[in-house]
């Protein structure tokens, strides 16, 4: 199969091949960030539905847990959500969520009682 690539235009003054490279790695990074941003609002939904934690607890939940297994942010998100549907959680993952919402958990029951 061929496929045929039509030209784009760019705004003007935009002409060489470099700039065009720079806006179009520009728009896949804000393509990602939009995506990943998605998915830690998903898997922040998740903790607060399971573990009745305000979003805010949800997310530093999921940002400790990033912190403390060395795993960036989205792919935590990615596997809380999973988590959520049946996967498993990688072991280390499940350990350092489970203190995180721990952790928060005394927190909230903390501030509802005093």
């Known amino acids: 199969m061929t496929t045929f690539r039509v030209p784009r235009s ?25 995506g990943s941003h998605v998915t830690v609002d998903q898997a922040v939904g998740v903790l607060v539905a399971i573990h009745r934690l305000v979003p805010e607890a949800g997310f530093e939940v999921l940002r400790e847990v990033s912190q403390r297994t060395n795993t960036k942010l989205h792919t935590v998100a990615e596997m809380v959500i999973g988590w959520a549907l049946g996967q498993e959680l990688p072991p280390s993952v499940g350990r350092e969520l489970e203190v995180a919402v721990q952790r928060r958990s005394c927190e909230r029951d903390a501030l509802e009682a005093g």
């Open 10 to 34: 760019w705004p003007d003054g935009v002409r060489d091949g470099a700039a065009v490279a720079r806006l179009e790695q520009e728009k896949a990074q804000l393509q990602h960030a939009v």
